[in-house]
T-cell receptor, first 114, second 112 residues
Framework: DAGVTQSPTHLIKTRGQQVTLRCSPK?????VSWYQQALGQGPQFIFQ???????QRGNFPDRFSGHQFPNYSSELNVNALLLGDSALYLC?????????????FGEGSRLTVL | GDSVTQMEGPVTLSEEAFLTINCTYT??????LFWYVQYPGEGLQLLLK?????DKGSNKGFEATYRKETTSFHLEKGSVQVSDSAVYFC???????????FGTGTKLQVIP
């Protein structure tokens, strides 16, 4: 049973560029959340997708946007990249019906902005 | 808003030493509380949880008790092993949906 998978694992961009990160949730999960983890910090909630809609959002600017597809996979898009966007981006999945409080995380996509 | 405060690291212990990592929280309502662990080169994973006051979560020899009166959820282990070396995150979830708020993490290094 595959867990949460994310791609790419590492990428380097320059300021002003745009990036798309991808996430496939754990089998049977329908809810995807995205987190940003800066070096030495805890994960910060970006937003959550359920039924292809963004239903909750953290304190992140509109440059951060996302999408959820009918197969529950998700994308995170960041426009007009800033140096401060350099971080590990984590995807977490869970099940709306069978939610026990546990999020299942991927290993993350490490973004470096030069 | 919700927040979690945990003791700063890094924490360095000898094998078989007693571990305590302090965690306090601020939240509206009655949050569920968690400890997540991030081993080197691996993704975050749930270590233990407690969903109501006085509950004790436990797993792999780790324990934490939900203390509503002190808004705390301290992580303890009686005898740490080298394999416990990791970053530990205290976290909470409240208010519906499945948003989890994390602390800044505490790095634990256990030396033989």
């Amino acid at each position: 049973d595959a867990g949460v998978t994310q791609s790419p694992t590492h990428l380097i961009k320059t300021r002003g560029q745009q990036v798309t990160l991808r996430c496939s949730p754990k089998s049977g999960h329908d809810t995807v959340s995205w987190y940003q983890q800066a070096l030495g910090q805890g994960p910060q909630f970006i937003f959550q997708y359920y039924e292809e809609e963004e239903r909750q959002r953290g304190n992140f600017p509109d440059r951060f946007s996302g999408h959820q597809f009918p197969n529950y996979s998700s994308e995170l898009n960041v426009n007009a990249l800033l140096l401060g966007d350099s971080a590990l981006y984590l995807c977490a999945s869970s099940s709306e019906q069978g939610y026990t409080g546990e999020l299942f995380f991927g290993e993350g996509s490490r973004l470096t902005v030069l | 808003g919700d927040s979690v405060t945990q003791m700063e690291g890094p924490v360095t212990l000898s094998e078989e030493a007693f571990l305590t990592i302090n965690c306090t929280y601020t939240a509206t309502g009655y949050p569920s509380l968690f400890w997540y662990v991030q081993y080197p080169g691996e993704g975050l994973q749930l270590l233990l949880k407690a969903t109501k006051a006085d509950d004790k979560g436990s797993n792999k020899g780790f324990e934490a008790t939900y203390r509503k009166e002190t808004t705390s959820f301290h992580l303890e282990k009686g005898s740490v092993q080298v394999s416990d070396s990791a970053v530990y995150f205290c976290a909470l979830s409240s208010g519906g949906y499945q948003k989890v708020t994390f602390g800044t993490g505490t790095k634990l290094q256990v030396i033989p």
